[in-house]
C-alpha cells in the first residue's frame, strides 16, 4: 500500500488535533470544576443532574417562601401581641370605672383614655406588611380594614397560603372579622305579655356571669305575697318586700349568679322575665368599647346600664379570647415554618450532595489524564516536525 506525502501529513494533523481537543477538554474541567460539561459528556449523569437540580431549586424556593411566610406571621404576631396589651388595659380601665367610689369627673377621665386605646386598636386592625399591603383584609390586601370605629368590615373572609414544601401550605394571614369581631352580651329584662303591673327589677350584680343562660321567669303570688322564680326546670320562691335584693345563686344553684333588686306594688300573677343573651351577629370590639366609653362620660354604667356594666367586663373577655386564639394560631403555623424550613433545609443538603458526586470533578485524576495528555500531544507534534522534513530527495 502506498502513503502519499499529503496522507501522512493529513494523519499527523488530525492526531495533533484530537489531542489538543482532549487537553482542551480536560482543561476546562480543572477550570470549572465539573465533570459534566456536556450531555454528551455522561448521557445518564446528565439526567439525574437535571432532575437533582430542579428539586434542589424548589427545595430553595421553598426555603424562600418560608422565610417570607414567617415575616408576614410575626408582623401579625406582633400586631396581636399589641392588641392583647390594649384590651387588658382597656379591661383594667373598666374595672376600675365601675367602682361606685367613681365620680362622673372620674369616669369621664377614664373614658378619655379608653378613646385613645381604641383609637391605637382600630390602626392595629389596619395594620401593612412590609410590601404595604393590608395584614387582615383577607384577599382584598389593597383594602383596609375598617374606615373608622363604627364602620364595617370591609375585606373578605379569604386567606393568602403559601406554599413552604411539597404540598405544605401555610396561612400567612387572617381576617379581621374573625379577630376583631366578637358576639356581645346584654342582660336583657323584659315583661312577659305586658303583664308586669308595678314590679320592678333591677340587676344590681352580673359581673363574671356567664355569658348566657336560660331565661329566668319571676311570677307574683298574692296571697301569700311572694315570688316564684324558675328557668323552665329549677324553681325557687321567696317572700317579697319592696326594695329588697335577692342572690338567684343562693336561692338554687342551679341558677346565675345574679343580684336582683325588687321594688313596687306588683299584682296577683304579674311576670317579668330577665335573659342574658349574645347579640344575634357579631360586633367589632371597637363599637363595645366606644359605646362603654361614651357611656362612661355620661356617668351612665349602672347596675341595670346593660351592656355598660360588669356585660362590658364579659364582652372584654370574649374580644381578649379571639385575640389570643388567633395568637396561637399564629403561633402554630409560625412553629410549622420551622419544622418544614428543616426539612427543607436537609432535603436540599442531601441533593447538593447528589448532585457533587455526579458532576463535580475528581482533581486528581484529572489532572493526572491532562498530564497524560500533555506528554501525547507534544510527542505528536515532534513526530510531525519529523516526519514532515523526510522525503525521497534527502536519498538522492
Partial sequence: MRISTSQIFNQSLASMLAQQTNVAQTQQQVSTGKRILNPSDDPAGSVQLLNLQREFSLSEQYVSNGVNARNKLEREEGALASATDLLQRIRELAVQALNDTNTPADRKAISTEINQLNQQLLSLANTRDANGDYLFSGFATDIQPYDNIYGSYQGDEGQRNMKVGAGVFIATNDPASKLFEAAFTQTLITPDGGNTGSG???????????????ELTFTYADPPGEYTVTDGVNSASFSYQPGMTVNLGELDPAFPGLGIRLEGTPDDGDQLTITKEPADEAQTMFITIQNFANALAENRVGAGDSPNNGDF??????????IVDGRAQVGGRLNAIDQQTEI?????????????????????????????????????QQTFSRVQSLSLFNFL
Fill in 344 to 380: 427543607n433545609e436537609s432535603l436540599a443538603f442531601a441533593m447538593e450532595k447528589s448532585i457533587s458526586e455526579i458532576q463535580d470533578l475528581d482533581y486528581a485524576e484529572a489532572i493526572s489524564r491532562l498530564t497524560r495528555q500533555l506528554t501525547g500531544l507534544q510527542a505528536a
Fill in 313 to 322: 367586663l364579659i364582652n372584654m373577655d370574649a374580644a381578649l379570647d379571639r
Fill in 200 to 214: 320592678q327589677i333591677t340587676v344590681t350584680n352580673n359581673s363574671g356571669v356567664a355569658a348566657t343562660f336560660p
